[in-house]
């Protein structure tokens, strides 16, 4: 079953079935002569619901001009030839002992000639109707000749009066709409060559092409955007006049048969039936009300008119006849396709399936468990049947481990015990070596498990067969606290990798948290200018930078790609160009690589589904997360420079690549304002707690998946179910982990903690942030700290930023004292050309410190005096010097202070070789 859009193959739980079971109570308050009316309303769609979704199913799979792995066209097979994973997360349920092939086929105009080849192993064919009975089975799991054997089958419709072929075997189908599904044993990954070989001989042709021995091209589809969702929700959102006029279109060709005529006398009393017209009116005033409360009890009505079809043996139960052979078993039909279409008979497969254990609980990774099978009680299998054992999460998905197995089969190479019987290991932890073979993984949270049992033998199954056995296997204390302590270094490295994206997602919901521009915000893939210069009031942001006004734009590129340019300058103007994660993918203009800087360019910005072509002249930045920052720096030579900084900010260019390329006037779309996006991004992501935490990365990794590179830690955070559309659950931790969290939080704080020290290099007395800053690779802990601390950091070839505290006694640094910065002659801070430098002092809050002269910072343009050495000396201190030395005074307050020096397009040679880091001297 699709999560979005229906697998017909595989019979599993749809969130269909979760909402049906919302509870509603059935008791409306109608008189008796509506409870008769709404009694035939209900009794109609459960008869033509399977119908119905199989025509909704029909259109989806077929919607496409040629076959792809998912979708074919009409009268085309489609072949799913991959072995699913944890990473697959389309398929609930998925199946991971078969490779599936389909076809969808109308057989109003043309009989069909299909050809099973000669197999090595299970095949088996399925035709249903358009009502999902079982017409026939072909290959394995057929009631007649050799299973392995080549088979040609002529598949008629209701209207076939041809002659039958010597040598092939009718499959007459009572509708025009057919199905055919192949299930084929696979045996790993490295057996889907041998099943794609299989797959090749398959045919699927029209009968006059058959017998003309003619090439066969098939017709190309035709593609609709209307049928690309998902065919339950294409059917739910249907009201009770699209639904009927539907079914009642659909049985003038897929007539109903003869043994329904006594249901069909019944529902035609409310104009249900093959070319009747269905009259919404008869529903009265409530009608639409009544048919949503009629939905949501539907499943629950069902389950309780049909429970004398399911079968317990033991912890397990299972679907049992007349499935698949439906008769006039509605109820049962309708609520099996509600949960899952093209469900085999039981001579073909059964599926036992268990969520408790032995004592009736829940079954939870929290928990060890046994599946043990006695001797000679494996599950029974005729032929070239086989069986299995599938683990799911609560997800119904399968679940990530490090060893990567999903299930055990009759091929794994499993220990079995000394008297003869098998012990399945159902747990989270690896266990030893030795019974690694026996282990199926079950992650954290609570699961189930599904049996599946292909060429059943019925006979032994129901009178000896005895079903496994799954029994809890109690932990030790020791053995629990080593197992919570593994946990929490999981949970601590999954919050590592992903803060940066998590934060990134905050600060974008903030900064773009606005209907129009702003100096301070902006909408979605537009930019936001800065307009002054910061100043010791402006406290939104720690240590601002008082050297480059910033223009910053996030942008989305799920469904757009965005033409930015650039334009020419006469000054530093850097464009950093940010993935999700903090990694920067380019930088444009000052520090990127051109030959001229100062040049204008022109880039086009895509996303990590980008197919187009990349017109000429244009740069390609390609990122690979759909979310993406970009952050400008032009440096302003101080107030006078700002309608310089002005005109180079309104040349600057961010449209969608359509509207660039259209040379028409963009005018950009409003964006919206919520109250609960105006917060402190970083206070924001801190105060999440580890549910709300983990889903969101888990929510977000769907968008903006890891890089490759990432696999190993995605592998390992994968067994608390984070990752790309994960469901993270918070009882897998202790029951103080909220303490446990705020302690890992602490931990990592900076401000707490001199963790984030570990990251840095001595420069002299100062200390800066190395490569790979901003270059992140696999440097997780590195990247997480500088997202705290200095979110959107240059790569060192952008800009380096030394910062000190101390003097040259290597006393901490207090306004209290006065001190001299010293540059030697010839020594000042060394930068490529292009390039510039600072120093700012900053106070003990990390803000810009109050002075009488509003002086903050002595930059390379600054009208300072130097020695007669050649050398230059900065005073730092609280009190205004003599006249003829302020050019040289950088205020610093009475309280404790740093210092950062900030170098643009630094000369790394020389900063690594010759160069005097300068000292501060107390005086």
């Known amino acids: 079953m699709l999560k979005n859009g229906i697998n017909p193959f595989i019979l599993v739980l749809l969130g269909l079935f979760l909402l049906f079971t919302s509870g509603v109570s059935a008791d409306t308050g109608t008189d008796s002569g509506d409870k008769d009316l709404w009694k035939s309303i209900e009794d109609a769609y459960v008869y033509c619901f399977p119908l119905v979704i199989v025509d909704a199913t029909m259109k989806n799979r077929t919607n496409t001009e040629e076959a792809t792995d998912l979708k074919a066209p009409v009268n085309q097979l489609i072949y799913n030839n991959m072995v699913l994973t944890a990473d697959n997360r389309v398929v609930v349920s998925p199946n991971v002992d078969n490779i599936y092939s389909s076809a969808f086929l109308n057989l109003n105009t043309s009989a069909m000639v299909f050809v099973k080849p000669e197999t090595d ?32 089958c002529l598949i008629t419709g209701r209207n076939y009066e041809g002659v039958v072929p010597d040598g092939m075997k009718q499959i007459a189908i009572p509708t025009d709409m057919a199905w055919i599904i192949i299930r084929t ?151 099996v396709a509600i949960k899952g279409l093209g469900a085999n008979p039981t001579y073909v497969a059964i599926y036992p399936e268990a969520d408790t254990d032995s004592q009736g609980e829940q079954l939870s990774g929290a928990n060890r468990y046994l599946l043990h099978i006695d001797k000679g009680m494996l599950p029974p299998v005729l032929h070239d049947g086989f069986w299995s054992f599938t683990v799911y999460g609560g997800d119904n998905f399968l679940i990530p481990n490090e060893i990567n197995r999903y299930c055990i089969n009759d091929r794994s190479n499993v220990t079995y015990n000394e008297d003869g019987s ?85 600060t974008m919901a903030e900064h773009t948290n606005t209907i129009e521009p702003t100096d ?32 910053q734009a996030f942008l989305d590129l799920n469904t757009t790609a965005l033409v930015f340019v650039k334009p020419r300058t006469d000054r530093f103007c850097s464009a950093q160009v940010m993935d999700a994660y903090s990694n920067t993918i380019d930088v444009v203009g000052s520090g990127g690589g051109a ?15 980008y197919e187009g ?17 970009i952050v400008i720096r032009t440096v302003c030579n101080g107030p006078d420079d700002l309608p310089t900084i002005e005109a180079i900010q309104k040349q600057l260019l961010l449209v969608p690549v359509d509207d660039y390329l259209s040379k028409q006037t963009y005018l950009p779309p ?108 696999t440097d997780y802990p590195y990247r997480a700290i500088i997202a705290q601390v200095a979110f959107g950091a240059n790569p060192t070839y952008v800009a380096i930023y030394p910062e000190t ?16 910065l010293h540059f030697d002659k010839g020594m000042l801070p060394p930068v490529l050309q292009g390039g510039f430098w600072s120093v700012t002092a900053y106070g003990s809050d990390s803000f810009l410190i109050k002075n009488e002269i509003d002086r903050y910072c002595i930059n390379d343009r600054s009208n300072v005096t130097y020695s007669g050495d050649g050398s230059l000396d900065i005073l730092l201190q609280n009190e205004k010097p003599d006249d003829d030395l302020v050019s040289n005074w950088l205020p610093i307050g009475t309280d404790d202070f740093h210092l950062i020096m900030r170098m643009y397009l630094p000369d790394i040679k020389k900063i690594d070789g010759e160069w005097a880091v300068p000292e501060i001297v107390k005086q």
């Not at 001229?596 to 022109?602: G, K, Q, S």
Request: hydrophobic fraction near 35%; charged fraction near 25%.
């Open 185 to 335: 044993v696979v045996n790993g990954s490295e057996d889907l060559p041998n099943v794609e070989a299989i797959q090749d001989r398959m045919l699927l042709v029209p009968l006059n092409v058959y017998l003309s021995n003619e090439a066969y091209i098939p017709e190309k589809g035709t593609y609709n955007a209307e049928y690309d969702g998902d065919p339950i929700d294409y059917v739910l959102d249907m009201s009770p006049e699209e639904f009927f006029s539907t079914a009642n279109n659909l049985m003038v060709t897929n007539p109903p048969p003869s043994a329904d005529t006594a249901i069909l006398k019944d529902i035609q009393s409310v104009n249900v039936g093959p070319a009747l017209t269905f009259d919404k009116t008869i529903l009265g005033t409530d009608g639409e009300k009544q048919w949503k409360v009629m939905l949501k009890n539907l499943a629950p009505a069902l389950t309780k008119q049909t429970a004398e079809y399911m079968i317990s043996s033991g912890d397990w139960e299972y679907y049992g006849d007349p499935i698949g052979d439906w008769g006039t078993a509605y109820a049962y039909r309708g609520l």
């Open 121 to 152: 192993r299970y095949c088996s064919v399925q035709f249903l109707d358009a009502y999902t009975n079982t017409v026939d089975v072909v290959g394995s799991g057929s009631r007649t000749g050799d299973s392995q054997d080549e088979v040609t």
């Open 595 to 609: 030959v001229n800087p100062e040049d204008e360019e022109i880039c086009l910005i895509t996303g990590r589904n």
């Open 805 to 820: 505290a101390f003097d040259t006694e290597n006393r901490k640094v207090t306004g209290k004292n006065r001190y001299i």
């Open 520 to 551: 301070e915000k902006a909408p979605v893939n537009q930019f936001q200018h800065d307009n002054q210069l910061k100043n010791a009031d402006w406290r939104s942001v720690v240590s601002p930078n008082v050297d480059t006004l910033y223009s």
């Open 422 to 506: 098998l012990d399945i290991l159902l747990q989270n932890e690896k266990p030893d070596d030795d019974r690694v073979g026996n282990w199926l993984p079950v992650g954290t949270d609570d699961f189930r498990i599904n049996m599946r049992i292909y060429g059943p033998d019925l006979d032994k199954i129901r009178s000896s067969w005895k079903t496994p056995h799954i029994q809890e296997v109690q932990v030790s204390p020791e053995e629990s606290e080593m197992n919570a302590t593994k946990v929490w270094d999981t949970v601590k490295d999954a919050y590592i990798f992903s803060y940066p994206l998590v934060l990134m997602d905050a």
């Open 613 to 629: 072509a990349i017109p000429q002249g244009m740069t390609h930045i390609s990122i690979p997360t759909d979310m993406a920052w």
């Open 670 to 777: 409003k964006g919206r304002y919520n109250a609960e996006n105006d917060f402190n991004p970083g206070d924001y992501v801190a105060a999440m707690s580890p549910e709300e935490y983990f889903s969101t990365a888990n929510r977000l990794m769907v968008t903006n998946p890891p890089a490759p590179a990432d696999a190993p830690i995605r592998e390992e955070i994968q067994l608390i179910n984070v990752g790309p559309g994960l469901s993270f659950d918070g009882t897998i931790l202790p029951e103080d982990a909220q303490t446990q969290w705020n302690e890992m939080l602490d931990s990592m704080n900076p401000v707490l903690s001199t963790y984030f020290l570990s990251f840095t290099e001595n420069l002299g007395d100062w200390v800066y942030y190395p490569y790979p800053i901003a270059e992140w690779g």
